[in-house]
Nanobody
Framework: VQLVESGGGLVQPGGSLRLSCAAS????????FGWYRQAPGKEREGVSS????????YYADSVKGRFTISRDNAKNTLYLQMNSLKPEDTAVYYC??????????WGQGTQVTVSS
């Protein structure tokens, strides 16, 4: 099982980034997934999740209306579209298998820095 995030970087406030999480080694269609983030000195925060099947989504209040989670089962890839980014969105972002409750595999993380 492998989860590999990409797409992080430095962006100005108000800008956008799209994170990707490429999955391999298991049947992607069968699992829910979540995105987490951790800023320096802060606890890890569950940002968003998406289920299997109909793809029910959840967003933390801090990102609701700005972030969009999606999945492409044909490409075994999870996405997080982040718009209207704020300095407080700066963190390392991780994808994890299992939504936001019971995660068994994690990616290595990708750094997102929002700064002018």
């Amino acid at each position: 099982v492998q989860l590999v995030e990409s797409g992080g970087g430095l962006v100005q406030p108000g800008g956008s980034l799209r994170l990707s999480c490429a999955a391999s080694g298991f049947n992607f269609d069968y699992y829910s997934f979540g995105w987490y983030r951790q800023a320096p000195g802060k606890e890890r925060e569950g940002v968003s999740s998406i289920t299997t099947g109909s793809g029910y989504t959840y967003y933390a209040d801090s990102v609701k209306g700005r972030f969009t989670i999606s999945r492409d089962n044909a490409k075994n890839t999870l996405y997080l579209q982040m718009n209207s980014l704020k300095p407080e969105d700066t963190a390392v972002y991780y994808c994890a298998r299992g939504g936001l409750l019971m995660n068994d595999y994690w990616g290595q993380g990708t750094q997102v820095t929002v700064s002018s």
